[in-house]
């Protein structure tokens, strides 16, 4: 059992830079992958990153890609989102997931899932 807790969204403006933490109990942590989801009102969920269990693959959503970087500590058993230049269409509530595969953007294949953080970009 996995459990998910993120932290660190807040209202900020175009431009700015947000990250977003993701903490996990459990002592197998490092072997999940960790992927960040987010689901803007009145749309549905989107993938946004992943990370391998090492840490040594990453993969973005091509609307995040070059602005958002995934990386995790799993000496802290915590997951991250930097995310840069940030733009009003960002504005979700933003998931973090754990897979025990690599599932990358089938969402309906990750184990555990956080409550959300909410992320909002003004103009």
């Known amino acids: 059992q996995v459990q998910l807790v993120e932290s660190g969204g807040g209202l900020v403006q175009a431009g700015e830079s947000l990250r977003l933490s993701c903490a996990a109990s459990g002592r197998t942590f490092s072997r999940y992958a960790m992927g960040w989801f987010r689901q803007a009102p009145g749309k549905e969920r989107e993938f946004v990153a992943i990370?391998?269990?090492?840490?040594?693959?990453?993969y973005y959503a091509d609307s995040v890609k070059g602005r958002f970087t995934i990386s995790r500590d799993n000496a802290k058993n915590t997951v991250y989102l930097q995310m840069n230049r940030l733009k009003p269409e960002d504005t979700a509530v933003y998931y973090c997931?754990?897979?025990?595969?690599?599932?990358?953007?089938?969402?309906?294949?990750?184990?555990?899932w956080g409550q959300g953080t909410e992320v909002t970009v003004s103009s």
């Open positions: 997931a754990a897979d025990r595969q690599y599932s990358i953007n089938r969402s309906h294949k990750y184990d555990y």
């Open positions: 990370i391998s269990w090492s840490g040594g693959s990453t």
